[in-house]
Structure formats: C-alpha cells, structure tokens
C-alpha cells in the first residue's frame, strides 16, 4: 500500500521560515514535487525533485525563496520556505510518481496547511 504523508505546516509571518516534509512509502518513486492549492484558486506546481539525476524545478513565483530537498533512500522529500508571503498562504500537497515505460503513477499526500500573515 503507498502511502504519502505531508507534515510541516502552520501559522508565520511574512517573512518567516517553514520546513515541510513528506514521506513516501510502498513503491520506489521516480520523482516527488510539491504543489499547493490557495482557496477559490486551481491546484499549482511549486517544486519538484527528479531522483534519477538530482535536478530540480521551481514555479518562478517561489524561485530563490524555496528549497526542495531529500533523501532518496528514504522517499523522503523536504520543501525549505523561506521569506514566506501572504500569496503562499495554501494547502501544500506532496506528489510522489512512478515513471515506467509505459505507465506513470501518481499519488498524492492529503495536504498541510500553510498560512502566512501580513
């Protein structure tokens, strides 16, 4: 059974610092990324980690302000926030994939809330 498990999120300041975490098991995941969902908004990509190579990717409106990081030996994925702004107030929800030749799977984690005040 997979499971994705999100932790880290709560109440700053703008300004401030969060660490997120998530923890992935029952599969050996190709890349894990997070995305958020603010209220009224669609769901939208912040970063992501490729486990094959290392390389990362950010949405550019969190670029130089968020870390995504890990330990791939343990499916274990961090997203470093600093410089927290009201915009980034969201629900943050880890993505973990399978990447095989011919079929992807995708989990999802079931969110921490992130609130940033002014």
Do not use: H
Not at 41 to 52: D, K, L, P, T
Not at 76 to 95: I, W
Not at 96 to 104: E, G, S
């Amino acid at each position: 059974q997979v499971q994705i498990v999100e932790s880290g999120g709560g109440l700053v300041q703008a300004g401030g610092s969060l660490r997120l975490s998530c923890v992935g098991s029952g599969r050996t995941f190709t890349t894990m990324a997070w995305f958020r969902q603010a209220p009224g908004s669609e769901r939208e990509f912040v970063a992501s980690i490729n486990w094959s190579d290392g390389s990362t990717d950010y949405a550019t409106s969190v670029k130089g302000r968020f870390t995504i990081s890990g330990d791939n030996a343990k499916n274990t994925v961090y997203l470093q926030m600093n410089n927290l702004k009201p915009e980034d107030t969201a629900v943050y929800s880890c993505n973990a994939q399978v990447n095989m030749p011919y079929r992807k799977e995708i989990y999802w984690g079931q969110g921490t809330q992130v609130t940033v005040s002014s």
